[in-house]
């Protein structure tokens, strides 16, 4: 696909990553192409560059329901007034599917417990080293703020129902558990030491969507024309927001996608029944197996 990748021998990590160590390891890849950012200042980017471009911002503003007349939106009730609309995106990401239940759609995705640590400043923890993905133990690793950013996609993640939550719900609010990432770290002890012996500076959590099939929910509701989706992003959603959105926005203005998005389309769980608990128990496996099946 164009990327710069590279098979290299175990014993050469060090020499790429002073924190790695290559005992244990079978094999390893070099990405040159990868990057890393901060999430809080994408969100705030997009949001300033579509405010330039004649978007209307409202921040702290909570989405009572999408209405729907018949079978096709209307308009979105706000907690600061009503918005006439013939096109909602419903892009709430870990609320998407309350936003969808309060306009009578059903949308198979839960939100998902994400828990990372930030480490205190560590020496040689430069912002230029490479990021690791440890993939049998589904443990990552990046610098942050002269320490180092890591965490694990835990094989039995906890889910919310952001339903039940209040509508003033913080983030840092949202339960931890740290003995998950206590056992992630000694799992990855003899090749990331560091994160057994580091000092925390940080300990949050993330709410990322998941579906069963591991495939984003892109593009119009079947059953109520007007509505679309941009969500279930399986913990990528940060990274291909770009794409999804170009061709969401072409989906929209031109009526169909500009390329087969049938894999993603929420018409692909039509006919189809869930219970929570395989919803749950599909989305769990596919959060593990983020890396891949290895």
Known sequence: ???????????????????????????????????YFDPAQVAVGFATAAAERGAYVYPNTQVLAVEIDGTRVTGVSTTKGYIRAPVVVDAAGAWTRTIAERSGLQVPLVST???????????????????VRIMDAAVYMRPCLGGFLWGVYEEHPRFFDMGSWEADFDINNMPLDR????????????????????????????????????????????????????????????????????????????????????????????????????????????????????
């Not at 417990?113 to 990021?131: C, H, N």
């Open 113 to 131: 417990r994400q828990q990372l640590m930030v480490t205190e400043e560590i020496p040689g923890a430069l912002k230029d080293l490479p990021m």
């Open 179 to 294: 003995s998950v990432l206590d056992a992630a770290a000694a799992d990855v002890v003899n090749q990331l030491p560091i994160l057994s012996t580091a000092a925390i500076r940080e300990f949050r959590g993330g709410l990322p969507t998941m579906t069963a099939d591991g495939h984003h929910i892109l593009g119009p509701s079947p059953d109520a024309p007007g509505f679309f989706f941009a969500s279930g992003c399986n913990v990528a959603g940060l990274s291909i927001a770009p794409a999804l959105g170009e061709k969401l926005a072409r989906w929209i203005v031109d009526g169909r996608p500009p390329m087969d998005l049938s894999c993603m389309a929420p018409a692909r769980f039509s006919g189809r029944s869930w219970t929570d608990e395989d919803l749950q128990r599909d989305a769990a496996w596919q959060y593990r197996h983020f890396y891949g099946a290895v």
């Open 1 to 35: 696909m164009g990327l710069d990748i590279e098979v290299i021998s175990p014993r050469d990590l060090p020499s790429l990553h002073p924190f790695v160590r290559s005992e244990g390891v079978e094999a390893a890849i070099r990405i040159g192409d990868d990057r």
